[in-house]
């Protein structure tokens, strides 16, 4: 549905996006993640149709956004940034504007505008003005508008910021359930959020992309999945530490607590050879050795430690050309 | 048909807008308050002892040089402050129909305050015989202007986020087009210049495409003067839009 190729974007003489490719298909959620100023606003500006490119191409549901762009605007549903919205209108004029807009007259509108306002649990506040609604339900009125004519796309640009917890989850599940039967396009700097809704994730970093996969394929870039957890009573730590780094298939040990005669220990895999299994046989020696385990388990990798590491800060990479 | 109706939709959001806050009664008691002010008082209305408006429609030029801008100083630096920009246009509209949408909410806005000054209308016809013909040709030529300095604020609006920038800016422009053809102005401009240039530069006066409405006289140049500016203004507009998209 969504396709883009090479996309580029300049401001002055700063590349706000270098060279971006992805694409997205109906029954899809694209997480974009990344540091503030990466790129991911810029990305969804462009895709959208509401800042031109400086080079390359998106299509969206097959028309070129640059060339054809009412089309192609007709599919999408957008919430920017920040969720704006005429402050002086109420939350009923505002989505019957967004209705008319899409085109939607008489019945049509009314149905579309009472599904939105279902969607997006806005029945208390319909005849408030936007200007006086707290900052959750404003974001909901902004996502209504989105939702208003029932996208085949939706691109959402952190759609949970400024949410308390319980609408975190909503909007989260709420993601979720569309993505069944729409292409989306969303951004946060939430990793749990990416790892709960998205099918794919890309992590954007200078306008460039530095890791583009599933969730669980990201993570096992992480220097951590794989690795064995393990806590054994009775045995000191150092001992411990030692014997498991012998282990073939480790890389290292790591104490991470010994307290009252129990020890914890992460035992890390060996990346340059594959196959094998380090919780076996960290099981097997802990029997051969007839100590007490307490508590053994593979660790899944985690997806903040693998943002970290490739999307380092300003001062460890130099500048950016 | 659909642009029509995309057209319509702003509109009508945009009239709305006015009334929903009190930008609109403020305006519209305002300029009552200083056309009757300028009618009667300063223009002299009644000592004048004729049956027209022209103290009426002198100070139209004057009066919106300052209310004109207020009314269209929002139109988009609002829309660019709140984020709505971003919204409108990532709707299935082209920009001009926003732009022509947004303007014409606004002259409409200005219509309606110029046909509540109706009042002059009927105490003109009561106390004497004018020639409301006249009168019409007036009314045609101040909402002809209204609408001139609307499309200038229109396009100081879209430059800036600031409200107040653009209040100023097409303050600037509108008084600009007063003074060119101003009679003290251009008579001062006389002794230094070629007439022939200081005629030029009167022609792109407001005020000497104004004075023939004034004494009646509908002339296409005139209207065309008036219309021309109006939609090169709207065309900057789209120009300084799209500009700003594409950073």
């Not at chain 1, 957890?229 to 012998?246: C, E, F, S, Y």
């Not at chain 2, 409301?132 to 609307?150: D, E, F, M, P």
Request: with cysteine; charged share 20%; aromatic share 10%.
């Amino acid at each position: 549905m969504i396709k883009v190729e090479n996309l580029s974007k300049a401001f002055g003489p700063k590349l706000a996006v270098n060279d971006i490719s992805f694409s997205v298909e109906r029954g899809e959620v694209l997480g974009f993640l990344g540091p503030n100023g990466a790129g991911k606003s810029t990305t969804m500006r462009m895709v959208t149709g509401f800042i031109p490119p400086t080079a390359g191409k998106i299509s969206v549901g097959g028309y070129d956004v640059l060339e054809n762009p009412i089309p192609a605007k007709r599919m999408i549903g957008y919430l920017p940034e920040n969720a704006p919205g005429y402050a002086d209108m109420t939350v009923s004029g505002f989505l019957n504007f967004a209705a008319e807009l899409r085109g939607m007259r008489g019945d049509a509108r009314k149905k579309a505008v009472n599904r939105a306002v279902d969607l997006c649990f806005l029945e208390n506040v319909l005849y408030q003005s936007i200007e006086t609604l707290s900052k959750g339900y404003k974001h909901r009125t902004c996502l209504a508008q989105a939702l208003i004519h029932d996208p085949g796309i939706l691109v959402m640009d952190e759609p949970t910021d400024g949410l308390d917890p319980n609408q975190k989850s909503e909007v989260r599940s709420l993601i979720k359930r569309m993505g069944e039967n729409k292409a989306i396009i969303f951004s946060s700097h939430i990793l749990e959020e990416v790892e709960a809704a998205c099918s794919r994730v890309i992590i954007i970093d200078r306008g460039r992309i530095v890791a583009y996969g599933t969730p669980d394929e990201l993570k096992a870039r992480s220097e951590m999945a794989g690795a064995v957890h393990v806590r054994v009573n009775g045995v000191p730590a150092a001992t411990l530490k030692d014997r498991l780094a012998q282990v073939p298939g480790a890389a290292r040990a790591e104490i991470l607590a010994e307290r009252d005669g129990t020890a914890e220990l992460r035992v890390y895999p060996d990346k340059s050879r594959a196959g094998g299994n380090l919780t076996r046989d960290v099981a097997e020696l802990a029997a051969r050795q007839q100590w007490q385990v307490a508590e053994i388990h593979t660790e899944e990798g985690r997806l903040d430690e693998v943002f970290r590491s490739i999307t380092l800060p300003d001062t460890v990479k130099g500048p950016a050309i | 048909m659909s642009a029509l109706l995309n057209i319509k939709a702003i509109m009508k959001r945009e009239l709305g807008g006015y009334f929903t806050s009190p930008i609109a009664y403020v305006f519209l008691v305002i300029f009552l308050l200083l056309t009757g002010f300028f009618t009667f008082t300063v223009g002299s209305f009644f000592e004048r002892g004729e049956a027209s408006l022209v103290s009426f429609f002198t100070w139209h030029p004057w009066l919106y040089l300052f209310l004109v801008p207020a009314a269209g100083m929002r139109l988009w630096a609002e829309e660019r402050r709140l984020g709505t920009m971003e919204l409108l246009l990532t709707m299935p509209i082209t920009t001009w129909q926003a732009i022509i949408g947004k303007f014409l909410a606004s002259w409409l806005f200005l219509a309606l305050a110029l046909v509540l000054t109706f009042p002059v209308v009927i105490t003109v016809n009561y106390l004497g015989d004018p020639d409301n013909g006249v009168i019409v040709a007036g009314y045609v030529g101040s909402l002809l202007l209204a609408g001139t300095y609307l499309a200038i604020s229109c396009m100081t609006s879209a430059l800036t986020r600031n409200q107040v920038i653009s209040f100023i800016v097409s303050v600037m422009i509108c008084l600009f087009l007063i003074l060119a053809g101003y009679t003290p102005v251009t008579d001062l401009l006389t002794r230094w210049a070629n007439p022939v240039i200081v005629e030029i530069v009167a022609a792109f006066s407001v005020m000497t495409h104004f004075e023939g409405f004034q004494r009646g006289v509908l002339d296409t140049r005139d209207v065309v003067f008036f219309a021309s500016v109006m939609g090169f203004a709207l065309f900057t507009t789209g120009v300084i839009i799209r500009n700003q998209r594409a950073g």
